[in-house]
C-alpha cells in the first residue's frame, strides 16, 4: 500500500518568514494529495489539496507543490502569523480508493 | 461546521467498561471511517464502511466493534477498555466518487481510561 513520509516532524519559524513542508510518497499511481491542519484540540481539517494533472496550486498565503517524477509534494506557507502553528498532515491517495494514507504529521510553530 | 458529528466529545471511564461512540454526517458521503489519533498525534485508520459495508478493517483487537446502521452514521464500541485505549478517536465522512476523496472529520472524541 502508499506510504507517505513527512519532514521535518517540527519546524519553528519567525513570524513573517515562510514554512516548507516536504512529504513523499511510495505509489506511483497515487493522484490525489490533500492536506490538513490540526490546532490543537481540534479536528484535521482540509486546507489545501492538489491533483495529480497540476504541478502548482495556490491559495493565498499557502501552495503546494507536486512532483510526480521524484514522487514528493510540499506544502509552502508564507508571511507566517501565530494562527498558522499548528499539526500539519500531508496525505495520498488514488481516485475511487477509500482509504488516505496519511503522513506522521509535522509541528509548526511561528514564533511571534 | 456541524457537518460531522460525534458524541459524547470527552469520554473517562475504568478499566474493562464498555463503551460506545456515535458519528453522523450530514453531508450525504457514502463512506465513513474511525481513525485513532494518540498522543503522538498519527492519525490511524481503524475501520471503514461504504454504504453500510465494511471495507477496510486495520488490524484492531475484537474489543472495537463498529456498526453502520445507515449511510449517514457510524458507530464504534469498544468492550472491556484498556488504558491502552486512550486516544482522540475521529470519525470522517467522503464521498468516494473517483474525482473527490475529500475526507471531513468530525470533532473527535477524547476517551480516556482509568
Known amino acids: 500500500g502508499e506510504n507517505v513520509e513527512q519532514h521535518p516532524s517540527t519546524l519553528s519559524v519567525q513570524e513573517g518568514d515562510s514554512a516548507v513542508i516536504k512529504c513523499t510518497y511510495s505509489d506511483s499511481a497515487s493522484n490525489y494529495f490533500p492536506w490538513y491542519k490540526q490546532e490543537l484540540g481540534k479536528r484535521p481539517q482540509l486546507i489545501i489539496d492538489?491533483?495529480?494533472?497540476?504541478g502548482e496550486k495556490k491559495d493565498q498565503r499557502i501552495a503546494v507543490t507536486l512532483n510526480k517524477t521524484a514522487k514528493h509534494f510540499s506544502l509552502h506557507i508564507t508571511e507566517t502569523q501565530p494562527e498558522d502553528s499548528a499539526v500539519y498532515f500531508c496525505?495520498?491517495?488514488?481516485?475511487?480508493?477509500?482509504?488516505?494514507?496519511f503522513g506522521k504529521g509535522n509541528q509548526v510553530v511561528v514564533i511571534p | 461546521d456541524t457537518a460531522v458529528s460525534q458524541t459524547p466529545k470527552y469520554l473517562v471511564t475504568q478499566m474493562g467498561n464498555d463503551k460506545s461512540i456515535k458519528c453522523e454526517q450530514n453531508?450525504?458521503?457514502?463512506?465513513m471511517y474511525w481513525y485513532k489519533q494518540d498522543s503522538k498525534k498519527f492519525l490511524k485508520i481503524m475501520f471503514s464502511?461504504?454504504?453500510?459495508?465494511?471495507?477496510i478493517n486495520e488490524t484492531v483487537p475484537n474489543r472495537f466493534s463498529p456498526k453502520s446502521p445507515d449511510k449517514a452514521h457510524l458507530n464504534l464500541h469498544i468492550n472491556s477498555l484498556e488504558l491502552g485505549d486512550s486516544a482522540v478517536y475521529f470519525c470522517?465522512?467522503?464521498?468516494?466518487?473517483?474525482?473527490?476523496?475529500?475526507?471531513?472529520f468530525g470533532p473527535g472524541t477524547r476517551l480516556l481510561v482509568l
Open positions: 492538489i491533483r495529480s494533472n497540476v
Open positions: 464502511y461504504n454504504n453500510k459495508e465494511l471495507i
Open positions: 470522517a465522512s467522503s464521498h468516494v466518487s473517483g474525482s473527490e476523496e475529500t475526507q471531513y
Open positions: 496525505a495520498a491517495t488514488t481516485y475511487g480508493n477509500n482509504r488516505l494514507a
Open positions: 453531508l450525504g458521503h457514502d463512506t
